[in-house]
């Protein structure tokens, strides 16, 4: 199993930057897809990006402002301009990948169905 624990979540102002942590633990994850996704009250969970092996892959309505990166046990999301509409619990998710396509097409087509979760961490803009 994996665990997953998401960390810097806060209440920001328009235009602020953010940086969100994930720190795994567990089995290995060498060949995971990991991603970060949000969710609103009321609407669907969204991917925003996705890494495997140091490639990423970002949701066109986050492209230009949002970095996902990764440094041996933890996963980072770079947040720059935020907006009232970036307001969301964010999560970070793994998924077991042969490659990096998978982690390309879920995230494009909108699949959600990765395998580990954490608690998730809110991120509120005004």
């Known amino acids: 199993d994996v665990q997953l624990v998401e960390s810097g979540g806060a209440s920001v102002q328009a235009g602020d930057s953010l940086t969100l942590t994930c720190v795994a633990s567990g089995q290995t994850y060498s060949s995971f897809c990991m991603g970060w996704f949000r969710e609103v009250p009321g609407k669907e969970l969204e991917g925003v990006a996705t890494i495997y092996n140091g490639a990423t892959v970002y949701a066109d309505s986050v492209k230009g402002r949002l970095t996902i990166s990764r440094e041996g046990a933890s996963l980072y999301l770079q947040m720059n301009n935020l907006q009232p509409e970036d307001t969301a619990r964010y999560y970070c998710?793994?998924?077991?990948?042969?490659?990096?396509?998978?982690?390309?097409?879920?995230?494009?087509?909108?699949?959600?169905?990765?395998?580990?979760w954490g608690q998730g961490t809110q991120v509120t803009v005004s």
């Open positions: 998710a793994a998924y077991a990948a042969r490659d990096g396509s998978v982690c390309e097409y879920k995230i494009h087509t909108g699949q959600t169905d990765y395998t580990y």
